[in-house]
């Protein structure tokens, strides 16, 4: 309500003086340690890595990128990298989404049955995970040998790119069903009823229905799980014990190998690999705005 | 129906493909031989009775409990004074402290060894090496997973008309924070703490660049021990996995 | 001749029957109301009726032919759901036209068509919008507007107008069976507002427990309930037991007997009491009830409650509780039912 306009307000009241944000001071030393803890062991670091990607013994300068970017061992790192990602954040993709699919529409029991063995396979990471497979498909696995005996393949190589994209994809599968399974909610079973009756065949409905509504989950599903792959180190370095050709490998051992030690290296790999994360972030934003004006 | 059928199927699918690499696992940690066949020979549980009577494992898993159980201590008494004051006196400051949480969660370990050990190398804070470099990354791996569940908590009860009751009933504001707001913390917090455990167990990459061998972790151990029967690393898979299904279950019954 | 036909319908979840032995037919153009109280089974019936629930016995037919087990796709069926299951990644446009595009019709007969739905249902301007910036009642209509644009020879609307306010809700009503009777369409209308069967329909299904308990005209059900639950269930009907009967009326029935609020005439001591009919019946009023234009008293004769709607003609005629009056109840009203 106005009152000012009235004439019987009178005299205007004493403004409250705006009291001192600084009053509360004691309360902020209470968030020293918490900022003290942040900056030391996690923008520290990254700093770090920042200002020395781009010092040499020269002093400033982009040359540590120019070697890595003119190095075919760095590339091939990069590459190996981004195609285990990306195809294990797809395979891993599209196997939950057909999971996350069917698990609504199973039994309450099933359902939480899956949902609490994703839950703990989910725990099944690193050095664990790469273990458990060299027991299941290594050179000597049981899956190994049982598929060798039925005569189905020749020789699985676990310690090659495809059985890193396995491992990957493993690890990748619960963390795709706990992110997606949710957002199947979102899903009004009356628009497949809806779409059938307007002649749309279940394909169809989930073309231009089902999947686009749930684009924006998929999307940040899979960035998650390329981010998850892309910094992944232990499960690759312990079942190829460092000899298979990743960015986090490079970087790991620039820093932490015996022989010769080129952290400003290390720096500048961590800041390329960094900035592929931003990269498709940024696509990924740009692609939900593009298709944001139908979400709520 | 077919559907109802085809729905099953995938299911079966996903259990199936989930469950495996952990069956047979332990299977294999089960079993004294698997040679040249299918199906193990002779169940028993030898491999478990060598590995917990081996006192290096019995020292690598006390490693790990005690950092783990002491990052997780410190991270409670920095953080829960923490997101409670942001609540209370700071509300502007929850967005930046939610962008600020997920840089941790964000940078992968290995970019931030890099750095970790070149500032921690030498100078005043040479840690490297030392469980304390261990205690203060873990610190950033617990903080999202603490902050996000006690701010949650904190949202879903009125703070400030909670605080003031306490305050007009004579309360300090400490012991009205202890008294009124700490218990309807209790259960968020305890289920951050079992989530963030279990992620700490599972870290590898800081405890072998940043200890290594200088305070072997159950992880380092387990990759130190590649080389030795694959029924006795899988004995260590089962010990640890076994272990972090527990505190799921331990995490699923406190966020109920 | 009847265009639609279904017989011995039946639907069983587990143990669960959800309806059975359901027959009935309509006429080409026919606007048919569902009604029935909430959890009958209406929506079941009706999504058998579109092909998206398996019926387990029965036999549907469309113009002769049958339909029972074609796919949803193929029966040339039309709903509109109680949610209006609008899909909310397309406009206004491109949810109407989704059925025309799977069609696979030429873009300019698409776009001829949908703006002639768009114009049938008043919806012009908002043709780029998206469902979740309209309101209720415009959602409803583009959910209309989808079902009627690719011409199906049924129309089903599942309480197309419960999620809308009561202003509307009547609106709307009006301009569905607007709709309706210009294109000549053969529609089923589940509702479980008596008040809404009751205004569009040309005939009613009354449903209970998953049978279809009287079909008729609107008039007739309401005047003529067949059944105790349809009578209780068409309003405010009077109901009284045998011994009521008995006491009340000194009439012997052996089912309750039925009668509407404005079958009974109120008449005041001073009133003039018409010699010719039946003895008058002493009653107190107990309170009132104003119900717009009309009036409902609850009165009390021999200790039994009745409720007498009378019209609300002046302020002054109102009578206090307390007041003693005559009742008289027109016997051509009562109705036995069991
Ligand atoms: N898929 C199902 N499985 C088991 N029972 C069901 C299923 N669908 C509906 N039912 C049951 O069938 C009965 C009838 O449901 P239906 O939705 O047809 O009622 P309705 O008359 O449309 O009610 P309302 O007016 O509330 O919409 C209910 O008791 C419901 O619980
Ligand atoms: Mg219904």
């Known amino acids: 309500m106005k009152t000012t306009s009235l004439p019987l307000a009178g005299k205007p009241a004493v403004p409250v003086r705006p009291r001192s944000r600084l009053r509360h001071w004691p309360a902020a030393l209470l968030l020293l340690p918490f900022f003290a803890m942040l900056i030391l062991f996690s923008l520290a670091p990254m700093v770090w890595v920042l200002v020395n990607s781009v010092h040499t013994e020269q002093g400033l300068s982009l040359a540590n990128y120019n070697d890595i970017l003119s190095s075919p061992f760095y590339r091939q790192a990069f590459d190996n990298s981004l195609r285990i990602s990306v195809w294990s954040s797809v395979i891993g993709l599209v196997i939950s989404l057909l999971g996350a699919a069917s698990l609504r529409r199973v039994s309450g029991r099933l359902r939480r049955l899956v949902v609490s063995i994703t839950n703990m396979t989910s725990n099944l990471t690193g050095v664990p995970l790469a273990f458990a497979f060299i027991i299941l498909v290594g050179t000597n696995g049981a899956l190994t040998l049982l598929l060798r005996q039925w005569g189905l393949i020749e020789d699985f190589r676990l310690y090659s790119s495809n059985g890193v994209i396995l491992i990957y994809t493993y690890f990748q599968i619960p963390l795709g069903v706990l992110l997606l399974y949710p957002a199947f909610d979102s899903l009004d079973d009356d628009w ?57 490998v490079r970087i790991a051992s620039l820093v932490s190998g015996d022989i010769f030690l080129e952290p400003n290296m290390a720096a500048a790999l961590s800041v390329l690999l960094m900035l592929m994360l931003l990269l498709v972030t940024a696509v990924n934003q740009w692609l939900l705005k593009k298709g944001a004006r139908h979400a709520r | 129906m077919r559907a109802e059928l085809y729905h099953r199927s995938v299911v079966a699918v996903l259990i199936l493909l989930l469950t495996v690499p952990v069956l047979a696992t ?17 169940l028993s549980l030898s491999w478990y009775l060598q590995l917990w009577q081996d006192s290096a494992f019995l020292a690598a898993f006390g490693r790990s409990l005690a950092v783990c159980l002491g990052t997780l201590l410190l991270a409670t008494l920095i953080i829960v004074p923490a997101v409670f004051v942001v609540f209370y006196r700071f509300p502007g400051l929850d967005k930046l402290m939610n962008a600020l949480i997920l840089i941790p969660f964000a940078v992968p370990p290995v970019v931030t060894s890099v750095g970790l050990l070149n500032i921690y190398a030498d100078g005043p804070l040479n840690i490297t090496g030392t469980p304390w470099i261990l205690v203060g990354c873990y610190f950033t791996i617990a903080l999202p997973f603490m902050y996000r569940s006690l701010a949650n908590s904190l949202a879903s009860i009125n703070v400030r008309d909670l605080m003031d009751a306490a305050h007009l009933l004579g309360a300090s504001t400490p012991v009205a924070f202890l008294r009124v707001i700490l218990p309807n913390l209790r259960k968020g917090l305890m289920a951050s703490l079992f989530l963030a455990f279990s992620f700490l167990l599972g870290d590898f990459v800081f405890a072998n660049l940043l200890a290594g061998s200088h305070y072997e972790t159950l992880q380092v151990y387990l990759y130190n021990m590649r080389q030795t029967s694959g029924h006795f690393t899988s004995a260590i898979v089962m010990s640890y996995f076994l272990f972090t299904l527990f505190l799921t279950w331990l995490t699923a019954r406190f966020s109920k | 001749m009847s265009y639609v036909e279904a017989s011995g319908l039946a639907k069983k979840y587990g143990n669960a029957t959800i309806f059975q032995d359901i027959h009935f037919s309509l006429r080409k153009g026919e606007f048919v109301t569902l009604l029935g109280p909430s959890g009958c089974g209406k929506s079941t019936l009706l999504r058998s009726l579109a092909g998206l629930t398996d019926i387990d016995a029965g036999c549907i037919r469309v113009d ?42 030429p873009g300019s007969e698409i776009a001829r068509k949908v703006a002639d739905v768009i114009r049938l249902v008043a919806l012009s301007g908002k043709e780029q919008h998206y469902p979740h910036e309209l309101s209720g009642g415009q959602r409803q209509r583009v959910a209309l507007a989808r079902a009627l644009v690719v011409e199906p020879r049924i129309l089903l609307l599942d309480e197309p107008l419960s999620a809308l306010d ?3 809700r009547k609106s709307l009503r009006e301009q569905i069976r607007d709709i309706q009777q210009r294109l000549g369409l053969t529609t089923v209308f589940v509702t479980h507002d008596q008040e809404e069967a009751l205004t569009m329909s040309d005939r009613i299904f009354v449903m209970d427990q998953g049978r279809i308990v009287q079909e008729g005209s609107a008039e007739m059900i309401y005047t003529r309930p067949a059944t105790e639950f349809v009578a209780r269930f068409m309003g405010s009907y009077n109901l009284l037991t045998p011994t009521e009967a008995s006491r009340l009326l000194q009439l012997e029935t052996r089912g309750h007997l039925a009668i509407r609020p404005e079958a009974i005439q109120i008449f005041t001591p001073g009133q003039a009491y018409p010699a010719h009919l039946s ?3 002493p009653a107190t009023i107990r309170q009132h009830q104003l119900l717009g234009n009309v009036i409902r008293y609850q009165v009390q004769a021999h200790g039994i409650t009745l409720q007498v709607d009378q019209l609300n003609r002046r302020a002054e005629d109102l009578l206090a509780a307390g007041t003693e009056v005559n009742l008289m109840i027109d016997q051509q009203q009562m109705r036995e039912v069991h």
């Open chain 1, 192 to 248: 497949q009823a809806a779409a059938s009756l307007l002649g749309a065949r279940l394909w169809q409905y989930w073309r231009y229905v089902g999947l686009p509504v749930l684009a924006p989950a998929i999307l940040g599903t899979f960035i998650l799980l390329f981010a998850n792959a892309i910094g992944a180190y232990a499960s690759a370095y312990a079942l190829t014990q460092g000899n298979f050709n990743l960015i986090t």
């Open chain 2, 26 to 42: 332990l299977l294999y940690s089960l079993s004294e031989h698997w040679g040249a066949t299918i199906l193990p020979d002779d």
């Open chain 3, 64 to 105: 002769g032919e049958d339909i029972t087990r074609a796919a949803p796709q193929k029966r040339g069926i039309g709903m509109v759901f109680q949610s209006y299951a609008l899909f909310p990644n397309m406009s206004v446009e491109q949810n109407i036209a989704f059925g025309l595009k799977l069609q696979k019709l």
């Open chain 3, 166 to 168: 009561a202003r509307i």
């Open chain 3, 279 to 281: 003895a008058p019946l």
